[in-house]
């Protein structure tokens, strides 16, 4: 997520009360802008073909280096400023999506599987570890999955840096973010959720807004896309990432119109509560 000035999204485009949920930068600068300066290596046609056939916005695609909790990186696809995957995980994506006739707010055709206890890290070490009140945003958002009835996925939380063999871990990635506010996590694959959720420059937010950002990169970690992927409104745009289809599958029950209480809008604001609203918990529950 990022903010615009504040504005960022998973974000905060509008004022300084928005943040964003991707690679975030400062209000100063717009999101073209920013992904024209990062473009560094062309997109080749396979990876655009795949990504239109997952209905992502094919317009903002980039590589960018993705920062593990030990410092060390590898090169990585960025989508909607806050998803990153590899290439490998990107074509698998495609090839469910082309196999699968599902058409069911939205998720993407990938999910943790059902019953699934994920065991989830908080990281503690060196200069990527989470502050206390990142620590403590982090319980807040755990708490917010497992305190649902209805829902068959749950989290068990530690702190610590033995995170291998860990389904989920979270971890402060600031030193590579300057001047960024939010976070970035990739989708589930092969029924595990995705791995590694940074997030990066809230120290100047309180535990609430922290709170949200994680809760809303776990959501992508299981497979939910943005509540408002048609328009990016709470970012203050009017930007689609990805038509609805098998890569933004509606969710039964929830709007298909513009929802301003999301914890999954693009966009969050610094008055964030970091709760999920009705909409968000009957998604959770009609998923798992």
Not at 60 to 77: A, H, K, N, Q, V
Not at 90 to 109: C, E, H, M, P, V
Not at 233 to 240: E, I, K, R, Y
Not at 242 to 250: E, I
Request: proline content about 3%; aromatic content about 10%.
């Amino acid at each position: 997520m990022r903010i615009l000035k504040f504005g960022l999204i998973g974000a905060f485009c509008l004022s300084l009360s928005l943040v964003s949920c991707s690679k975030d930068e400062d209000t100063t600068t717009t999101p073209e802008n920013n992904e024209t300066a990062n473009i560094t290596k062309e997109i080749p046609e396979a990876v655009k073909e795949a990504a239109e056939t997952l209905e992502l916005n094919t317009n903002f695609i980039r590589y960018d280096d993705f920062y593990f909790p030990d410092g060390t990186s590898e090169e990585r696809l960025f989508f909607e400023e806050d998803i990153t995957m590899t290439e490998a995980q990107l074509f698998q994506l495609a090839k469910l999506a082309k196999d699968a006739n599902q058409g069911r707010q939205y998720s993407t055709f990938n999910l943790v599987s059902q019953g699934r206890n994920i065991s989830i890290i908080g990281y503690t070490g060196g200069n990527q570890a989470l502050s206390s009140k990142e620590q403590t945003g982090l319980q807040w958002a755990v708490n917010n999955y497992n305190r649902l009835s209805g829902v068959s996925i749950s989290f068990t939380l530690t702190f610590g840096t033995d995170y291998q063999n860990k389904d989920m871990v979270v971890y402060n990635n600031t030193v590579n973010n300057p001047g960024g506010a939010g976070g970035s996590a990739g989708f589930p694959s092969n029924g595990l959720p995705n791995k590694f959720v940074q997030i990066y420059g809230l120290s100047g937010y309180d535990t609430n807004v922290n709170e949200h950002v994680i809760t809303h990169e776990i959501g992508h970690s299981v497979g939910f896309r943005h509540t408002d992927w048609f328009s990016r409104q709470s970012c203050g745009q009017n930007t689609n990432e990805g038509s609805s289809g098998v890569g933004a599958v509606h969710i039964d029950g929830t709007p298909t119109g513009y929802d301003p209480t999301s914890i999954m809008l693009a966009c969050f604001s610094a008055n964030a509560s970091g709760e999920f609203n009705a909409n968000d918990i009957t998604a959770l529950r009609d998923l798992y």
